[in-house]
């Protein structure tokens, strides 16, 4: 009777949560995955049965593969940029390896706060050809005829992007860590400094290690977020000029509420959710072997 009632209470606590999960995320993704291989008239409320063919044209569709290229580019510059840069701001404020740290910490957390589409907005404004930045160029260089060309590079323009996205995002990472190496016992480090050890080695071999956990949650925060970006860069350059800029979260945009193409849209999303599922099987598969080498 008392395990029956244990599992009622159980129940009571989660099925609310449960529910509101299916409800909103759960029913979300199934109905999209269905209506993927359909060709959905908007008009007449209508779905006609057309297996792979929305996953044939997307994956046919080279403005696709370039999307998805600049996706992986945000990617790389969240996982082997922010994080790496958050972890190493938070290790400086924490061990005190830097003055007037409480001002220093706001001003990295600072960008964070700020509304998406303002910051987008702004960088916008800066790095356009009669912006901020050009002008700096043009007085370092004392060439009044320079023009900031980049972003009319199709390899090149996702540059700006990244800095961007280091200056607007570290800060959250860096909270977070900050967070979790409070936790850690003090003693611990001074009793490795007691034994002679550097402050490299100490790095290396008690944080590091004990954050293993929270680097892979913030990765695969980071890789989440980055296949979920769509405000920054819409509100920076709709991913233009032509398709330079394009993230699919853009190219999904484009096709399911510009053209009104939600089957193809829906393709689009369903690859963005299995892409995720990937990269976080492949965190979980790394953290779980640097954990058990002890590295």
């Known amino acids: 009777m008392e395990k029956y009632k244990k599992t009622l209470i159980y129940l009571v606590f989660v099925l609310p949560a449960l ?37 044939i044209k997307i994956l046919t569709d080279p403005v696709f593969w370039f999307s998805m290229r600049n996706n992986l580019i945000v990617i790389l510059v ?24 409480g001002f220093f910490q706001a001003m990295v957390f600072l960008p964070t706060v700020i509304s998406t589409i303002i910051i987008g907005i702004l960088w916008s404004k800066m790095i356009s050809p009669i912006g901020v930045i050009p002008g700096i160029i043009q007085n370092i260089t004392n060439n ?50 007691i034994d002679g050890a550097t402050e490299g080695q100490i790095f290396r071999r008690i944080i590091v290690p004990q954050l293993y956990g929270v680097i892979a949650l913030t990765a695969i925060l980071a890789i989440s977020g980055s296949l ?54 492949i965190v979980r598969f790394v953290q779980r072997k640097l954990a058990a080498s002890g590295a």
């Open 144 to 193: 009044p005829n320079y023009s900031f060309t980049i972003m009319n590079s199709k390899q090149l323009a996702m540059i700006p992007i990244g800095f961007v996205l280091l200056w607007m995002y570290t800060g959250t990472y860096l909270i977070i860590f900050m967070a979790n190496l409070q936790n850690i016992d003090p003693n611990i480090i001074e009793a490795a400094q």
């Open 19 to 55: 529910a509101v999960y299916l409800l909103i995320i759960a029913v979300p993704i199934i109905s999209s995955i269905g209506l993927s291989f359909t060709d959905y008239n908007i008009y007449k409320n209508t779905a006609i049965w057309t297996g792979f063919v929305n996953y």
């Open 228 to 281: 979920r970006s769509f405000d920054l860069l819409f509100a920076m350059t709709g991913g233009g000029p032509a398709y330079y800029t394009n993230l699919l979260s853009i190219y999904m945009y484009k096709y399911a509420f510009v053209n009104y193409d939600y089957g193809v849209g829906s393709a689009v999303s369903t690859v963005m959710v299995i892409l995720s599922i990937i990269l976080v099987i």
């Open 78 to 101: 969240s996982v082997f940029g922010q994080i790496p840069l958050g972890f190493g701001l938070a290790y400086l404020i924490y061990r005190k390896l830097v003055k007037r740290s």
